[in-house]
């Protein structure tokens, strides 16, 4: 790991470690939910539920949560959005309800996977929401984990390991379309190719090269370019595949884990269907509030703070 990272990691972990306590967050928005839902919204609305380690984390549960900016969620008024979708990919990474209570706002960018220098340049300032929900009873969750995904693929949430990854990917390239002139990577319904050569290379990429993706550390295959690296980038860009996916089905904190090495912490993530928020049978929205950073010479704070979102809301620390 670079000094760099290392710095950045160190600073965030003094910043978390001056976090104080904050006000109750709000349930923002319900549709239909249940009273298991309900029971689960309201754990992570209030800061005081006990967190879980992350061994006593388990895969039961048929409910999932994603955050998300609120400002792509949620109306002025707090109604959903007609737009408003789980996220920007074909299929979407998640994670269990029990895996964020009690957690701060910055808590669970970290323990999700979010990179320091990630949450520094990208998070800061920006309103986020929790999404509990649940998929429709046509979704079935999958403990497949050596990629044998069955004919009707599109109807399971999956364990993202990597094997489960690469024949997911190639069976989202094999019905995507080619697009010469579009920009940037926004694909909700369908994978997209710039070009015909770059989906062809998606669709033949050697398996063994792929075990060497998956043995080799995202720095190491960036240092060694080549055909390992480019397609390590089509993960990314296509699958939100980012540097710190571990293939193990848990994420990594890179606080707590700034190495790698504690493969049994993280997290447990899935990966399943994208979905508009208006299809989904069961729904709560709660608020995270943003994360700021401010020196001591700001008007507004000394800390790096997270505060409730909305122009009404006391601005709290914790």
Request: proline share 5%; glycine share 6%.
């Given at each position: 790991?670079n000094r760099l990272i290392k710095l950045t990691i160190a600073i965030l972990f003094?910043?978390?470690?001056?976090?104080?306590?904050?006000?109750?967050?709000?349930?923002?928005?319900?549709?239909?939910?249940?009273?298991?839902?309900?029971?689960?919204?309201?754990?992570?609305?209030?800061?005081?539920?006990?967190?879980?380690?992350?061994?006593?984390?388990?895969?039961?549960?048929?409910?999932?949560?994603?955050?998300?900016?609120?400002?792509?969620?949620?109306?002025?008024?707090?109604?959903?959005?007609?737009?408003?979708?789980?996220?920007?990919?074909?299929?979407?990474?998640?994670?269990?309800?029990?895996?964020?209570?009690?957690?701060?706002?910055?808590?669970?960018?970290?323990?999700?996977?979010?990179?320091?220098?990630?949450?520094?340049?990208?998070?800061?300032?920006?309103?986020?929401?929790?999404?509990?929900?649940?998929?429709?009873?046509?979704?079935?969750?999958?403990?497949?984990?050596?990629?044998?995904?069955?004919?009707?693929?599109?109807?399971?949430?999956?364990?993202?390991?990597?094997?489960?990854?690469?024949?997911?990917?190639?069976?989202?390239?094999?019905?995507?379309?080619?697009?010469?002139?579009?920009?940037?990577?926004?694909?909700?319904?369908?994978?997209?190719?710039?070009?015909?050569?770059e989906k062809a290379f998606a669709l033949n990429?050697?398996?063994?090269?792929?075990?060497?993706?998956?043995?080799?550390?995202?720095?190491?295959?960036?240092?060694?370019?080549?055909?390992?690296?480019?397609?390590?980038?089509?993960?990314?860009?296509?699958?939100?595949?980012?540097?710190?996916?571990?293939?193990?089905?848990?994420?990594?904190?890179?606080?707590?884990?700034?190495?790698?090495?504690?493969?049994?912490?993280?997290?447990?993530?899935?990966?399943?269907?994208?979905?508009?928020?208006?299809?989904?049978?069961?729904?709560?929205?709660?608020?995270?509030?943003?994360?700021?950073?401010?020196?001591?010479?700001?008007?507004?704070?000394?800390?790096?703070?997270?505060?409730?979102?909305?122009?009404?809301?006391?601005?709290?620390?914790?």
């Amino acid at each position: 790991m670079n000094r760099l990272i290392k710095l950045t990691i160190a600073i965030l972990f003094v910043l978390i470690t001056g976090i104080g306590t904050a006000q109750s967050r709000e349930i923002l928005f319900t549709a239909s939910p249940s009273a298991e839902l309900t029971g689960l919204a309201e754990k992570i609305k209030n800061l005081d539920t006990p967190t879980i380690p992350y061994a006593e984390l388990t895969r039961n549960s048929v409910y999932f949560v994603r955050i998300a900016p609120r400002k792509n969620i949620l109306t002025d008024n707090n109604q959903l959005q007609d737009n408003a979708i789980l996220g920007t990919r074909p299929f979407i990474f998640v994670t269990t309800p029990e895996g964020v209570f009690g957690k701060s706002l910055l808590d669970i960018y970290l323990d999700i996977g979010y990179e320091a220098g990630d949450i520094i340049h990208w998070q800061r300032d920006q309103e986020m929401v929790a999404i509990i929900f649940r998929f429709e009873d046509g979704i079935a969750i999958s403990d497949e984990q050596k990629g044998q995904l069955p004919d009707n693929w599109t109807k399971f949430v999956y364990i993202p390991t990597w094997d489960n990854m690469f024949v997911l990917f190639n069976r989202l390239a094999a019905t995507a379309t080619v697009d010469t002139g579009k920009q940037g990577e926004f694909a909700p319904v369908n994978l997209f190719f710039k070009s015909d050569a770059e989906k062809a290379f998606a669709l033949n990429f050697p398996d063994a090269v792929k075990k060497h993706i998956k043995e080799t550390s995202y720095a190491n295959l960036q240092a060694e370019g080549g055909d390992a690296w480019a397609y390590r980038k089509l993960l990314e860009n296509k699958l939100s595949l980012f540097g710190h996916f571990r293939g193990t089905g848990r994420t990594q904190n890179v606080i707590v884990d700034p190495d790698g090495t504690k493969t049994e912490n993280g997290l447990l993530e899935f990966v399943g269907p994208n979905r508009k928020l208006k299809e989904l049978p069961e729904v709560a929205i709660v608020e995270l509030g943003k994360l700021m950073i401010e020196d001591s010479f700001s008007v507004k704070s000394t800390a790096f703070k997270c505060v409730p979102a909305g122009p009404a809301k006391a601005k709290v620390r914790h």
